[in-house]
Structures are given as structure tokens and as C-alpha cells.
T-cell receptor, first 120, second 119 residues
Framework: SQQGEEDPQALSIQEGENATMNCSYKTSINNLQWYRQNSGRGLVHLILIRSNEREKHSGRLRVTLDTSKKSSSLLITASRAADTASYFCATEVVYRSVNAGGTSYGKLTFGQGTILTVHP | DGGITQSPKYLFRKEGQNVTLSCEQNLNHDAMYWYRQDPGQGLRLIYYSQIVNDFQKGDIAEGYSVSREKKESFPLTVTSAQKNPTAFYLC??????????????????FGPGTRLTVL
């Protein structure tokens, strides 16, 4: 089942502007993560926000989480051409495995992504 | 260098053939995952493994098979039963945490992907 839905599907801005991407989900989660993917490459983890957190910062990234609305946003400030990529939100549900001795593992469900283009 | 590798980068398959995609990690991670990505889409989970000799089906396991004989390796076989196998395949791994820890807040580390095309 698709958990995360992202908006907009595509975003085109000029260098120096801020970029905001939104993510909505349907069921309870343990945390929400944002990933970046350059064209034809693997994904790179950007930031994780736990379900009991409301806002988190990392460099030029700001993530918010509203569990009552089941939504999150990713803000990239002062964007650069190098920020051009696809951005995915992923909701994580944590489960415990009896086979693995009770160790906790996360299962991610990804949204369809936002394609961000930053023009120099 | 620590990381996760996938091979080959590009793979071409004739209809009716099985092919195996390689995924290796030297991060000492317990959990490994296989995802499929179609153009303009997000990732969908095929199979995942929490520990050696154990794996579970994800959301779209039909037509795929995996094995986990070593901690470092999690190969994916795309069988002839998979009706639409042309896609970008991504492997990932994560560490997992014990019960005493904060509990499973794990980022996943991704390989560079394998692009499979059926001719």
C-alpha cells in the first residue's frame, strides 16, 4: 500500500529561492524520513523526524511533522543548482522480530517523490 | 570504504530467462532490502531480510526470489514469472537496534541500483 503522497510532483525554482515539498500519509508511523535521489542513482538519506518531534533542522533543511494531520514538509532554504534531484518522503513503521531475537527493524514506505529543478 | 554495492549496473534479459542481481554490503548491517522503482514512481518493497537465513515478502514479491546465506549478501532473482520486470532495482541495508536502544529509528543505506531491461 502506498503510504506517502507527495506534493507537488514537480517544482521549478531559481537559485537562492526556497523550496517546499509536502508529504501526507495515512496510518500511524514511528518516524518519517526524507531521501534524495539524483537521476539514475541510489537514494541518500537526508533527515529523520520522529513521531514525537514537530520540527527538525539540518543545515539548509527544515522538516516539520504534524501527526494530527498526518503530514510533513521539507523546506530547502537558499537553494542551489546542485539541489536539483528527486526528493522522497518515507514513513517508517518499527517492528520487532522474534527470529532476530527481538531486535527492532524499520520498514519504509515511500511516496512518489517531488522532482526539484533549481535553475542557475 | 564502507558501503553497499550492486552489480551489474545495467542488465538485459530475454523474455523467459531468470536473472540474478547482486547486492553486497560491508556495513555490518543486519537488515537488507530490495526495492523496485518504475519511471516517475517511488520505491516499492520486494523482499526484506532481518537476519541471515531469514527473509520476508514485501508488497510486490510475486515473480521474485531471494536468499540470505551470508550477512553481507542479499541476491535477488527475477524469474520468468515476473510479467513486467523492466525497472530500476535498488538494494538497501540498515543496522537495526536492540530492545535496549531507542528503537529502530534506522536510516537505510542504498546501493547505486541495477537497471534491468527485458528485450
Amino acid at each position: 500500500s502506498q503510504q506517502g503522497e507527495e506534493d507537488p510532483q514537480a517544482l521549478s525554482i531559481q537559485e537562492g529561492e526556497n523550496a517546499t515539498m509536502n508529504c501526507s500519509y495515512k496510518t500511524s508511523i514511528n518516524n518519517l524520513q526524507w531521501y534524495r535521489q539524483n537521476s539514475g542513482r541510489g537514494l541518500v538519506h537526508l533527515i529523520l523526524i520522529r513521531s514525537n518531534e514537530r520540527e527538525k533542522h539540518s543545515g539548509r533543511l527544515r522538516v516539520t511533522l504534524d501527526t494530527s494531520k498526518k503530514s510533513s514538509s521539507l523546506l530547502i532554504t537558499a537553494s542551489r543548482a546542485a539541489d536539483t534531484a528527486s526528493y522522497f518522503c518515507a514513513t517508517e513503521v518499527v517492528y520487532r522480530s522474534v527470529n532476530a531475537g527481538g531486535t527492532s527493524y524499520g520498514k519504509l514506505t515511500f511516496g512518489q517523490g517531488t522532482i526539484l529543478t533549481v535553475h542557475p | 570504504d564502507g558501503g553497499i554495492t550492486q552489480s551489474p549496473k545495467y542488465l538485459f534479459r530475454k523474455e523467459g530467462q531468470n536473472v540474478t542481481l547482486s547486492c553486497e554490503q560491508n556495513l555490518n548491517h543486519d537488515a537488507m532490502y530490495w526495492y523496485r522503482q518504475d519511471p516517475g514512481q517511488g520505491l516499492r518493497l520486494i523482499y526484506y531480510s532481518q537476519i541471515v537465513n531469514d527473509f520476508q515478502k514485501g508488497d510486490i514479491a510475486e515473480g521474485y526470489s531471494v536468499s540470505r546465506e551470508k550477512k553481507e549478501s542479499f541476491p535477488l532473482t527475477v524469474t520468468s514469472a515476473q510479467k513486467n520486470p523492466t525497472a530500476f532495482y535498488l538494494c538497501a541495508s540498515s543496522g537495526g537496534t536492540g530492545l535496549a536502544g531507542p528503537g529502530g529509528y534506522n536510516e537505510q543505506f542504498f546501493g547505486p541500483g541495477t537497471r534491468l531491461t527485458v528485450l
